[in-house]
């Protein structure tokens, strides 16, 4: 019996973790899209609930708009995007692969950091109010997430090691150094300067002398 009571306990937990993960899941992109102009009932309508279904998982837009930005940021899902490139393509297809995957997410990031922003101040979500997912995340700072990041990267390299003229690690803590500041600076397509990955991976392999 006290099982019982415990997985009733439990179930209203899970059923509003999973409707909090659908509505960021439906925000993000238009967040995206149309920026902080973006209602809550548009973001119902793109998750497929009612808008009173939002609102019986966060207390209000700032809380969405707060949970949003937790999960852009949330280092694990590029780490888990770079560990799925497959390692049997050339160097040079694994480089272009980090890189989109690494520009991809700057760019929603900043995307969705710009548009929270402008909203006004999201007010941060009290741990009570968390998912079970969200509050095991909370101990992983920059530091960590960089660690995995740059981790992972090197998994890509490293059997290419001998044919580098540096250790997986210095490659790829030099590519990090490369691809993370373009996107901190939004220098990927800012006119003139705009940035292709392929002239990167060129200039990252061979370097810019003839």
């Known amino acids: 019996m006290p099982d019982q009571q415990q997985q009733r306990q439990r179930a209203p937990r899970k059923s509003i973790d999973e409707r909090r993960a659908m509505v960021v899941a439906a925000a993000i992109p238009l967040l995206v899209e149309l920026g902080p102009s973006v209602t809550t009932a548009q973001i119902a309508r793109a998750a497929g609930i009612s808008e009173p279904t939002i609102f019986r998982a966060f207390t209000d837009k700032n809380e969405v708009l707060a949970a949003c930005m937790a999960e852009v940021t949330d280092g694990r899902h590029v780490a888990d995007e770079l560990a799925a490139i497959e390692r049997d393509v050339s160097l040079h297809d ?26 006004g101040q999201a007010r941060l979500r009290q741990r009570e109010s968390m998912s079970d997912e969200e509050r095991n995340r909370l101990p992983e700072s920059r530091t960590e997430s960089y660690t995995r990041l740059r981790d992972t990267v090197v998994g890509i390299l490293e059997s290419d090691d001998t044919a580098l003229r540096t250790s997986a690690e210095e490659a790829a803590t030099l590519i990090l150094a490369i691809v993370l500041s373009l996107g901190r600076g939004g220098g990927w397509d800012t006119g003139a300067a705009s940035v292709t990955t392929a002239g990167l991976v060129e200039m990252i392999l061979h370097g810019i002398t003839a």
Request: net charge positive.
């Open 94 to 119: 694994r480089l272009t692969a980090v890189i989109e995957v690494i520009r991809a997410q700057s760019q929603r990031t900043a995307a969705v950091i710009n548009a929270v922003s402008l909203a």
